[in-house]
């Protein structure tokens, strides 16, 4: 048998090394952007940044140090320079995927930072393990900008797992639910009608709005929004406002809200105020063939009928009135318990003809306000 040579004799020193195998191994040397392992064979190893982490501008300097042991997977025995191509990230990948599965199996509540904001959703990494998260399983609500959650930590639930398929689903609306069902349920126990909330705006509807109480949500309808008269909520309430309210109603677990709290109802003083004979000024805000509605405070309308108009005859308000337009009249007739007045504009020329008239406006608001609608 023929003795070996020193370079054969060498060559049997070293391991051999498989594509796909775990090697361990030392750090001998660490550049920004390239790690170099002594693994125990004829040649060392190399780790790239892109093949260490999916941080595409991590320092690698800043994670290991020369001595640091480090295991990584084989991805190529010789790149053609006579050094082994390894991968960290690729190990960690399937250590990640294991962890990722007992997750599934359990429901096990997992935490991560956003790592990328896509247009369909949010990305996650745990344990160099990728995690999409749907844009339809962010939030219990609908989001139109994602940017927010970037760099955020977030809590979810893994919902579907293949990683063959490289399809990893994390879900978080379903935590957000269950944490907003268990915040209802202990808030219906001790909400009161009455009670007074800071509460945040949720949504908005031509309606009204939806108000987050901080465990439940109400609706503030259009007509409880204000004293005064609201034409559009959207324009009124951006969602993410902090509003004041106060609870109506309890009704089949739904909470009706207001904002009209009465020590801030106009009628408040409104006897003094507009006191039959008082010369007042408003604005006219709506028109009927009957007559003007004519804004004195806001959640204050009296009515100005056609025939207290003018000294003349005329067919309909809006021959001579237009909305918007001030005017000037004479309270003819004040309600305080039907909310009701009356104003004349004759009665400012011709007082005695008006006297005579008054009959003729009395004419209850709200009725009349009620077919408006």
């Given at each position: 048998m023929s003795e070996m040579s020193f370079e054969q004799m060498l060559e049997e020193s070293f391991k051999t090394i498989h594509n796909g195998e775990v090697v361990d191994g030392t750090v001998i040397s660490v550049k920004p952007d390239e790690i170099v392992l002594n693994i125990g064979y004829k040649s060392d190893g190399i780790i790239t940044r892109s093949e260490y982490t999916n941080e595409s501008n991590v320092d690698l300097t800043t994670v290991v140090k020369v001595g640091d042991p480090l295991s990584a997977i084989v991805i190529k025995v010789n790149d053609g320079e006579g050094q082994v191509l390894l991968s960290y990230k690729r190990l960690a990948q399937e250590k990640g995927n294991e962890r990722l599965a007992e997750a599934f199996e359990s429901g096990e509540v997992l935490t991560a930072t956003v790592d990328k904001v896509l247009k369909g959703g949010l990305t996650v990494v745990v344990d160099e393990a990728r995690v999409f998260i749907p844009a339809s399983f962010v939030s219990d609500v609908y989001e139109k900008d994602l940017g927010k959650y970037q760099g955020q930590e977030i809590s979810f639930v893994i919902t579907e797992f293949d990683p063959k398929r490289r399809r990893i689903i994390g879900n978080r609306k379903t935590l957000l639910v269950a944490d907003r069902a268990k915040a209802q349920e202990e808030l219906m126990a001790k909400i009161a009608v009455g009670q007074e909330f800071e509460g945040t705006v949720k949504n908005v509807k031509d309606f009204g709005a939806f108000i987050d109480l901080g465990g439940a949500d109400?609706?503030?309808?259009?007509?409880?929004?204000?004293?005064?008269?609201?034409?559009?909520?959207?324009?009124?309430?951006?969602?993410?406002?902090?509003?004041?309210?106060?609870?109506?109603?309890?009704?089949?677990?739904?909470?009706?809200?207001?904002?009209k709290f009465d020590n801030e109802n106009p009628w408040n003083g409104a006897a003094d105020k507009y006191a039959v004979g008082s010369v007042v000024k408003g604005k006219v805000v709506r028109m009927k063939d009957f007559g003007a509605f004519v804004e004195l405070a806001p959640g204050i309308d009296a009515l100005l009928h056609v025939s207290q108009i003018s000294k003349d005859r005329i067919e309909k308000p809006s021959d001579v009135l237009t909305i918007g337009q001030d005017i000037e009249a004479k309270v003819v007739e004040f309600n305080d318990a039907e909310k009701k007045i009356s104003l004349s504009i004759k009665a400012l020329l011709e007082p005695e003809a008006a006297d005579d008239d008054a009959d003729v406006a009395d004419v209850n608001i709200e009725e009349v306000a009620a077919t408006e609608e």
């Open positions: 109400g609706l503030l309808h259009i007509s409880e929004m204000s004293w005064g008269r609201v034409e559009n909520p959207t324009k009124t309430l951006n969602v993410g406002d902090t509003i004041k309210v106060f609870v109506k109603e309890i009704k089949d677990g739904k909470i009706a809200l207001s904002c």
